[in-house]
């Protein structure tokens, strides 16, 4: 059964700090990988979808890479601001499992003036 | 109203309340989803809808009784909850049900509270 896993739990940074996120996951034989953002009591907003062929996906400050043959995904968030405070959330589709995802239990960020 | 919605946004009710959450989809999807979100855990797939049909029990407590009238809109109605059942519940759509590929479009949830 796929696992996800994501460290640290919780980061908080200075405004201005390029991050990185992590994120695991035990069963290599994934289709994507996707990095969701969860703002307090909210649903998900999707950030980034990274297909099994690529390598990375960026869009504006924030940079996904996939290392699918070592199980890890990380997510960079550049020049951050106390706007992308939130947390963020990676998950992958279960193998054979259609569109049904597998979530990680996120890193809370905290982006401070 | 655009995207995935949700009602209520927020939720208090006895072990003995009966009520209903509701989720509506503006996108033309054809599938939707329910998930539970605990404090501390990972989000957790309940219930799975295709084209109105169940494709998907996630071994959910019988308490728990979702409801797909037509492909815009599904409920989950809920009776004789437990204190543990406290949980924000999310919705989901997506245009397929089988394609890894395609992104699920969230609600922004009903914050459960049982008392």
């Known amino acids: 059964k796929q696992e996800v896993t994501q460290i640290p739990a919780a980061l908080s940074v200075p405004e201005g700090e390029n991050l990185v996120l992590n994120c695991s996951f035990t069963?290599?034989?994934?289709?994507?990988l996707q990095w969701f953002r969860q703002d307090p009591g909210k649903g998900l907003t999707s950030l980034l979808l990274?297909?099994?062929?690529?390598r990375e996906q960026t869009s504006g400050r924030l940079n996904a890479s996939l290392d699918k043959s070592s199980g890890r995904s990380t997510l960079y968030i550049a020049a951050s601001q106390p706007g992308d405070s939130a947390t963020y959330l990676c998950?992958?589709?279960?193998?054979?499992?259609?569109?049904?995802?597998?979530f990680g239990t996120g890193t809370q960020l905290k982006v401070e003036l | 109203e655009t995207g995935v919605t949700q009602t209520p946004r927020h939720l208090v009710m006895g072990m003995t309340n009966k009520k209903s959450l509701k989720c509506e989809q503006h996108?033309?999807?054809?599938?939707m989803y329910w998930y539970k979100q605990s404090a501390k855990k990972p989000l957790e797939l309940m219930f799975v809808?295709?084209?109105?049909?169940?494709?998907e029990n996630n071994s959910v407590p019988s308490r728990f009784s979702p409801e797909c009238p037509n492909s815009s809109h599904l409920f989950l109605h809920l009776h004789t909850l437990q204190p543990e059942d406290s949980a924000l519940y999310l919705c989901?759509?997506?245009?397929?049900?089988?394609?890894?590929?395609?992104?699920?479009?969230f609600g922004p949830g009903t914050r459960l509270t049982v008392l």
């Open positions: 989901a759509s997506s245009q397929l049900r089988d394609s890894p590929w395609d992104t699920q479009y």
């Open positions: 069963d290599s034989a994934i289709y994507n």
């Open positions: 990274i297909q099994s062929s690529q």
């Open positions: 998950a992958v589709p279960e193998p054979g499992g259609g569109n049904k995802l597998t």
């Open positions: 996108l033309g999807h054809n599938a």
């Open positions: 809808y295709s084209l109105e049909e169940r494709v």
